[in-house]
């Protein structure tokens, strides 16, 4: 047993893991320091929105764009680049008092967090021997997790102590520095590497991160096959294909839907949410949100492959459903004009912190997931980069609209349209989606290339 070889690939994925933590610092700072932003730069309401989703708008052209970098410069280098603009772009923005530089740090944050939110998965698939795949990048979706609770906790004792949104801002640099020098030391991606025709490099590269010679000498053959495949057909080709369009049309409606089921309203905003509802101090269930949004993750990771992925869907649409439905009915009670008393308030924080978990369990890692099983291997690049900017798209839009939704109609207009949003995911997911648990990436693509129907390609052949 080669332990040293062990020893660089988590080294590896500890560090390139941590621009998922940086995407869910970046994409948890709002909550919590929109307010202080909004009164000491004289933001409206909507300008605020518009701080809060420019980040995203960067994120749909980081997707993009990291596509195309990673493929020339490599997926080690993308990565420093990232990191880079993460520390360079928290710093500048955490000292700026001009508002246009304040949107365009966060802008270039949002092409910093884009970029990661494709690169990290790949190198992370790419360095990591085929046993330990999939729970790197599972360990992808933790780390997000991890990142969101994270600075929710900190902004809330920064808010608690010193009111300063610049800390809660400039506290970011501090990991991204770590995952500036750390992804320096990583190794480079042995695919990349072979697409570039240096096999002698990635054939170092997997001796150090190999733990026998078979397996460097079975994964040297299956990336030139791959790689061969890949060239036959690129990713725009594939959009003549039916069968490609109608997976790629799948894994973009099963991210939107991800997205419209209205977690990152909730991710987001719920500090106003909650103020609105009445709560004097709305950091404790924003941290206690975050803390059981990362231990149920966990669940999820250890159990997506024994449960299969519809049960877990069903059941996670369905209770989001139902809280989604109480949320909405307490605004309507509190907007008709009567005070929520404690006991409405703790129903209103329990099915939040449910919905949370709900989603937790479901539509977060599993969608991922998803997306990454159900593309022929000649169209996956493709497949992700669409089905990951669709993710930012919507996202954009949700983070964009809620807080004017609920200011001009109301709370439970807000919540009534996410839980329609996941009424109508049963039927994508029913009549639709794929069961992939237990299948391999082989048999998929075979069924799907012999014109299966879209929810039958998970089937055995
Ligand atoms: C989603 C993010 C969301 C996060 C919450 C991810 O799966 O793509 O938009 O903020 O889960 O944990």
Redesign the pocket.
């Known amino acids: 047993m080669n332990s040293k070889a062990i020893k660089t690939v988590k080294l590896a994925c500890v560090f390139a893991g941590l621009g998922g933590l940086l995407f869910?610092l970046d994409?948890g700072f709002i909550n919590g320091s929109l307010g202080y932003i909004r009164e000491e730069m004289h933001l409206s309401l909507t300008q605020g929105e518009s701080f809060a989703s420019i980040m995203l708008i960067g994120c749909i052209i980081g997707v993009f764009c990291s596509g195309w970098v990673s493929r020339n410069i490599g997926r080690k280098r993308t990565l420093i680049l990232a990191a880079l603009f993460f520390a360079l772009f928290t710093f500048l923005g955490s000292i700026t008092h001009n508002v246009v530089v304040l949107f365009g740090t966060r802008f270039a944050l949002g092409l910093a967090v884009g970029c990661a939110s494709f690169v990290v998965p790949l190198y992370l698939s790419e360095i990591a021997p085929t046993k330990m795949r999939g729970g790197f990048i599972a360990m992808y979706?933790f780390m997000?997790?991890v990142g969101?609770f994270l600075i929710f906790l900190s902004n809330s004792i920064i808010a608690a102590y010193l009111e300063s949104w610049r800390l809660m801002l400039g506290i970011i640099a501090v990991p991204a520095l770590v995952m500036f020098f750390g992804v320096i030391v990583i190794p480079k991606s042995p695919r990349w590497l072979m697409l570039k025709g240096k096999e002698d490099e990635a054939e170092k590269v997997l001796k150090s991160t190999r733990e026998t010679d078979e397996e460097v000498a079975f994964e040297l053959k299956e990336i030139r096959e791959s790689i061969a495949s890949e060239k036959k057909q690129s990713g725009w080709l594939m959009l003549r294909k039916s069968y490609f369009l109608k997976v790629l049309a799948l894994g973009i409606l099963l991210m939107l839907l991800?997205?419209f089921s209205g977690?990152?309203s909730v991710?987001y905003y719920s500090g106003e949410i909650f103020k609105k509802a009445g709560f004097t101090n709305p950091n404790i269930g924003t941290v206690v949100m975050g803390l059981i949004?990362v231990f149920v993750?966990i669940i999820a990771i250890k159990y997506v492959d024994k449960w299969g992925r519809k049960p877990i869907l069903y059941f996670g649409l369905t209770v989001m459903t139902i809280m989604l439905i109480i949320i909405g009915v307490l605004f309507r009670v509190q907007e008709s004009g009567i005070e929520l008393n404690s006991i409405f308030k703790s129903t209103l924080l329990v099915a939040c912190l449910v919905y949370v978990a709900s989603?937790?369990v479901s539509?977060?890692?599993i969608?991922?997931i998803i997306c990454a099983e159900i593309f022929p291997l000649e169209g996956r690049d493709f497949g992700v980069t669409a089905t990951t900017a669709a993710?930012w798209i919507g996202?954009t839009i949700v983070v964009q609209f809620s807080l004017s939704i609920m200011h001009s109609f109301g709370g439970a207009v807000l919540f009534f349209v996410f839980a329609v949003c996941c009424i109508l995911g049963f039927f994508l997911i029913k009549f639709f989606t794929p069961e992939t648990k237990g299948i391999s990436l082989e048999e998929i693509e075979i069924n799907l290339k012999n014109g299966t129907k879209l929810k039958d390609i998970g089937n055995k052949i």
Do not use: D, H, S, V
Request: glycine content about 10%.
């Open positions: 869910g994409q979706q997000i997790t969101i991800q997205q977690i990152n991710i949004n993750t989603f937790a539509l977060g890692p969608m991922w993710c996202c």
